[in-house]
């Protein structure tokens, strides 16, 4: 297996816009989780997933974050409208149930907002 | 205070062992981790240890725990280059879901 898919890679936009985020978990993993990570808050659990249904979405900062998943194979992260603050390194990670203890990350997401 | 807390920064030198230390605030945490990760990728599981138990040994590295002082270590003996990372300690409840501290940035020099 490839491992956790991510992408883009690097994103730079401004203000404003529409920014979306992909990942592709690990086949056979039930549970896919959302991560972001900076310097002042260290890496923060956004959303996760368990069987394609959001489970427990507390960690998404505010209504211009969205998450869905909308089949076992494929995650987005979307924000809209994308501020400067959101700047950061979004990574998804996938694990095959709950009891077991390894989340499997990808190489992340570095969004710049400009 | 945060429910897991670590320095942020440690040097040391190549062949030297390396001590990274963990402190966090939930008696009732079940499982501990030490993930690793290298710059441009995400983190990845280094080793775990069950609450029940208080050291465990993996080739160069070694966990410490101590459950009276909520207090885990990470050991990694004979520190090579490639060994430099941030490693992330975490803790996880009845929920399984980890809370990861900030990470410590390891610099190993030669």
């Known amino acids: 297996d490839a491992g956790v898919i991510q992408s883009p890679r690097h994103e730079v936009t401004e203000m404003g816009q529409e920014v979306t985020l992909r990942c592709k978990p690990i086949s056979g993993h039930d549970y896919l989780f959302w991560y972001r990570q900076t310097m002042m808050r260290g890496l923060e659990l956004l959303i996760y997933?368990?069987?394609?249904?959001?489970?427990?979405d507390s960690g998404m900062p505010e209504d211009r974050f969205s998450a869905k998943m909308p089949n076992a194979s494929f995650s987005t992260l979307k924000i809209q409208p994308s501020e400067p603050r959101d700047s950061a390194v979004y990574f998804c990670a996938s694990r095959l149930t709950i009891s077991y203890n390894e989340q499997f990350f990808g190489p992340g997401t570095r969004l710049t907002v400009l | 205070g945060e429910d897991v807390e670590q320095s942020l920064f440690l040097s040391v030198r190549e062949g030297d062992s390396s001590v990274i230390n963990c402190t966090y605030t939930?008696?009732?945490?079940?499982?501990l981790y030490w993930y690793k990760q290298e710059p441009g990728a995400g983190l990845q599981l280094l080793t775990y240890?069950?609450?029940?138990?208080d050291m465990k040994q993996d080739q160069r590295l070694t966990v410490l725990l101590n459950k009276k002082d909520k207090h885990l270590s990470l050991r990694i003996a004979d520190t090579q280059t490639g060994d430099s990372a941030i490693y992330f300690c975490a803790e996880s409840r009845g929920s399984y879901i980890p809370t990861f501290g900030r990470g410590t940035s390891l610099i190993v020099h030669p």
């Open positions: 240890i069950f609450s029940n138990m």
């Open positions: 939930d008696s009732s945490s079940t499982y």
């Open positions: 997933f368990n069987n394609n249904v959001p489970i427990d």
